[in-house]
Nanobody, 121 residues
Framework: QVQLVESGGGLVQPGGSLRLSCAAS????????IGWFRQVPGKEREGFAC???????NYGDSTKGRFTISRDNAKNTVYLQIHSLKPEDTAVYYC???????????????WGKGTLVTVSS
């Protein structure tokens, strides 16, 4: 009943762009900080972007300038727009609702199941 579902992943060429979606069901995302994470098999899951309940954006050094996080509360959805994709961006991308409205303060309340992004020619 309570779910986060990522979509929009797939195969894209280097230099291309992609928009990922994180749609919530069974609860409202409007007052949660929502983070994006990615994971390569055998490595730890890494957070790289977050948007607060007030809409403030936070990015890691490796993604700032190429990644844009946004939210549409009317659609109960958070988006991740990615430009200039690189092969090293290949990973499973997850969204997560944090237990606080401010980014990187609370723990993870809900995880999505992930969507695979493959960057290759």
């Amino acid at each position: 009943q309570v779910q986060l579902v990522e979509s929009g992943g797939g195969l894209v060429q280097p230099g291309g762009s992609l928009r990922l979606s994180c749609a919530a069901s069974g609860f409202s995302l409007s007052h949660y900080a929502i983070g994006w994470f990615r994971q390569v098999p055998g490595k730890e899951r890494e957070g790289f972007a977050c948007i607060s309940g007030d809409g403030d954006e936070n990015y890691g050094d490796s993604t700032k300038g190429r990644f844009t996080i946004s939210r549409d509360n009317a659609k109960n959805t958070v988006y991740l727009q990615i430009h200039s994709l690189k092969p090293e961006d290949t990973a499973v991308y997850y969204c997560a609702a944090e237990s606080d409205s401010d980014c990187n303060v609370g723990g993870i309340k809900y995880w999505g199941k992930g969507t695979l992004v493959t960057v290759s020619s």
